[in-house]
């Protein structure tokens, strides 16, 4: 399975932007990447994925580098609410099971 | 909206004891999965289901079962708990299973066994 590597922790200030990245430089041209992220207390919610080009949703945007060997989460303006535990994976399985192999994500602190 | 419920926040039992996790989801989903996550080592798959019945061992499925008798649960049972098995458990759902398909996860339960 190719894996992704993610920075433990960052720091942002509210309101501004945040950017977090992700490393997957094993990444498979049919593997889809996904992003989570995981509240306090709660479990992991879907947060935006992407194959080769860059996406906007509401709550964030995903930016891929042109050789897919890494991405950029990015958080326009970030909110105290946005504190949480990223997760960034890679998804494909021939075996047809499309599990997700979570790290350990990265832990992102918002100071008011 | 999506919604995956799970029986309980938290739970404490006794070495020993057979436990049962429920889960539930709203959205007809085909495939439900169970998790555990432990501090250091991320989420980790136990078992997944892509059908009624059908049922499939992931990465850590040693002193576990699961149960699927209707599309909208997915039980998991700790036959004989034990300490190690303290951790907290993440039910998933997802419409189907492809690369691009999104999991609806539960809010987890807590279980801590003594």
């Known amino acids: 399975d190719a894996k992704t590597t993610q920075p433990n922790s960052m720091e942002s200030n509210e309101e501004e932007p945040v950017h977090l990245p992700c490393n997957h430089s094993?990444?498979?041209?049919?593997?889809?990447i996904h992003w989570y992220r995981q509240l306090p207390s709660q479990g992991p919610e879907y947060v935006i994925h992407?194959?080769?080009s860059n996406v906007n949703n509401r709550m964030a945007s995903l930016a891929i580098a042109e050789d897919r060997k890494s991405s950029t989460l990015i958080l326009h303006r970030a909110t105290l609410r946005d504190a949480a535990v990223y997760y960034c994976?890679?998804?494909?399985?021939?075996?047809?099971?499309?599990?997700?192999?979570f790290g350990t994500g990265t832990r992102l602190k918002v100071l008011a | 909206d999506v919604k995956v419920t799970q029986s309980s926040r938290y739970l404490v039992k006794r070495t020993g004891e057979k436990v049962f996790l429920e889960c539930v989801q709203d959205?007809?989903?085909?495939?439900m999965f169970w998790y555990r996550q432990d501090p250091g080592l991320g989420l980790r798959l136990i078992y997944f289901?892509?059908?009624?019945?059908?049922?499939e061992k992931g990465d850590i499925p040693e002193g576990y079962s699961v149960s699927r008798e209707k599309k909208e649960r997915f039980s998991l049972i700790l036959e004989s708990a034990s300490t190690n098995q303290t951790s907290m458990y993440l039910c998933?759902?997802?419409?189907?299973?492809?690369?691009?398909?999104?999991?609806?996860f539960g809010p987890g339960t807590r279980l801590l066994v003594l």
């Open positions: 994976i890679l998804r494909d399985d021939p075996s047809g099971t499309y599990k997700y192999i």
């Open positions: 998933a759902s997802s419409l189907e299973a492809a690369p691009m398909e999104t999991q609806y």
């Open positions: 992407g194959l080769t």
């Open positions: 094993t990444i498979s041209g049919t593997d889809y």
């Open positions: 959205m007809d989903h085909e495939n």
């Open positions: 289901s892509y059908d009624v019945k059908m049922k």
